[in-house]
């Protein structure tokens, strides 16, 4: 698969985990919200512009029962992550 092709599939993931809202049950709301914080504290290790960005983000990452949404992540936080992620190689679970 091609780089953008990588980056493009990775940011929508990211919008869309961190739009999970509570009508998704428990689960998938902890599942989302693991797999935000996970990017955005790999991403801050990194450093630079997109760190700043992590930061941003995780700020706004709700517990369950004290937001409506996941995080608020605008799509063009989301490829500022998802470029962070794959230009540097890391790895996801």
Do not use: P
């Not at 709301?29 to 797999?35: A, G, I, L, S």
């Not at 960005?53 to 936080?77: L, P």
């Amino acid at each position: 698969m091609n780089t953008y092709k990588t980056k493009q599939n990775i940011a929508n993931m990211i919008s869309d985990y961190a739009s999970t809202d509570k009508s998704y049950g428990e689960l998938r709301w902890d599942e989302h919200q693991d797999y935000i914080e996970q990017v955005v504290e790999k991403v801050i290790n990194l450093g630079g512009f997109a760190a700043e960005v992590a930061k941003t983000v995780k700020s706004t990452v709700k517990g369950w029962g004290f937001g409506y949404y996941v995080a608020k992540c605008s799509s063009k936080q989301a490829w500022i992550l998802a470029c962070a992620v794959v230009d540097n190689n890391v790895e996801l679970i």
